[in-house]
């Protein structure tokens, strides 16, 4: 049966980011059979589609293009069966009042914790995300965590794309039958030839690669640090950081101060096909992060045939299993972070067995298996 399919998105190509390359997956797959609307912040359509897309512009101050948003929700709701939205908050909250007032089927995806994301940004914590959800809050992060705790427990399904975040949202008073866990999907990218994707970003060396917003939890800050060590192991490493954020000049004065600037490079946000000639130019994957929901940049890393160092924390256990697909240290620590990726680099048999590892690895994690999953809750 056709059905008519709402999806609710804070971002959407032709921004970058995991939720923006999910929703334009999503609605290209759903609208082949049934009607799909997309509802975004953003700027102008670039492109033909088959869903029809609906933006609410950036230009508007950010609470005024929120109410914005609302109203587009109250017009376009009555016309389609179920809303999807693609968070809790920004586009969460304002979608379950429009669900609730047209009795619509709700179905929200959580990637992360929007309550703790924000203070860690502001600064107002510097707990871990484990040891945030108990602790106690105020203002804003109090009213944030409400919220979303509210939107789930509301929601007529809840997608979280690992156990990790289930287990979190079933911690907020969600009941079990109606949390889904559908791990993300990634297509394996066309990797070019490695010289040549080295001459086409302008970077030379053997290239330490780590992907990410530039936001304190990712750990980038370690990672320039202990580049003088890493030098020590070799002196052609190269650390490349891809991303945006607000990071991102605190990260550039480091790099000057420590003199690195010929050896560690921020070269900014890049879209889907500039980042899949990063993968290819590079030669070792590190994501030192305390906090991970579950990481796209790992799975798209392993299929560029890239060797992987993370962290042991949140959806990256999902993914890693430790000394046979890649290796997991403990978030900032120096010691073990210089250590595996002198492992990596110095012991071939290693290097190569997470290279094959890796990318037996995502073929449990395609895009088309997310995509029929996700359908049979939306459609159902």
Not at 272 to 279: A, H, I, M, S, T
Request: hydrophobic content about 40%; proline content about 4%; aromatic content about 8%.
């Amino acid at each position: 049966m056709k059905k008519r399919i709402l999806i609710a998105t804070g971002i959407f190509p032709p921004e970058i980011g995991g939720p923006a390359t999910y929703a334009l997956l999503l609605a290209r797959h759903l609208s082949r059979n049934h009607k799909v609307t997309v509802l975004t912040f953003g700027g102008e359509k670039h492109a033909r589609e088959d869903f029809n897309l609906v933006y609410v512009s950036r230009i508007w101050p950010k609470g005024l293009r929120h109410l914005i948003l609302l109203v587009k929700l109250f017009v376009l709701t009555p016309g389609h069966d179920v809303i999807f939205a693609l968070n809790a908050v920004s586009v969460g909250w304002p979608s379950s009042i429009a669900a609730r007032v047209y009795k619509k089927k709700f179905v929200v995806k959580i990637v992360g914790d929007y309550a703790w994301e924000t203070a860690m940004n502001r600064g107002q914590t510097h707990l871990l995300i484990d040891e945030f959800q108990n602790s106690p809050k105020t203002g804003k992060i109090r009213r944030l965590d409400r919220i979303q705790r509210r939107i789930c427990r509301q929601a007529d399904t809840v997608i979280a794309p690992s156990e990790y975040l289930a287990g979190i949202v079933r911690d907020w008073g969600v009941r079990l039958e109606k949390i889904k866990i559908i791990y993300n999907g990634v297509d394996v990218p066309n990797v070019v030839d490695r010289q040549e994707a080295k001459n086409k970003i302008g970077i030379a060396g053997n290239i330490i690669l780590s992907v990410g917003r530039l936001v304190p939890w990712k750990g980038f800050k370690m990672l320039i640090k202990i580049m003088p060590k890493l030098l020590e192991i070799n002196q052609f490493f190269t650390l490349v950081v891809v991303g945006d954020g607000p990071e991102k000049s605190i990260l550039e004065s480091m790099v000057k101060n420590l003199g690195l600037s010929r050896k560690v490079h921020v070269v900014g946000r890049k879209n889907k096909e500039q980042l899949v000639d990063y993968l290819a130019a590079a030669d070792i994957f590190v994501l030192n992060t305390s906090y991970e929901g579950f990481s796209h940049q790992i799975l798209e890393a392993m299929g560029a045939g890239l060797p992987i160092v993370t962290t042991g924390v949140g959806g990256n256990k999902e993914v890693i299993h430790q000394g046979e697909n890649g290796f997991m240290v403990k978030y900032n620590d120096e010691f073990n972070l210089v250590e595996a990726i002198k492992t990596i680099w110095t012991v071939p048999e290693i290097r190569e067995r997470f290279i094959e590892e890796g990318k037996k690895t995502i073929e449990k994690f395609s895009s088309k298996k997310m995509i029929s999953e996700t359908t049979q809750i939306l459609t159902r």
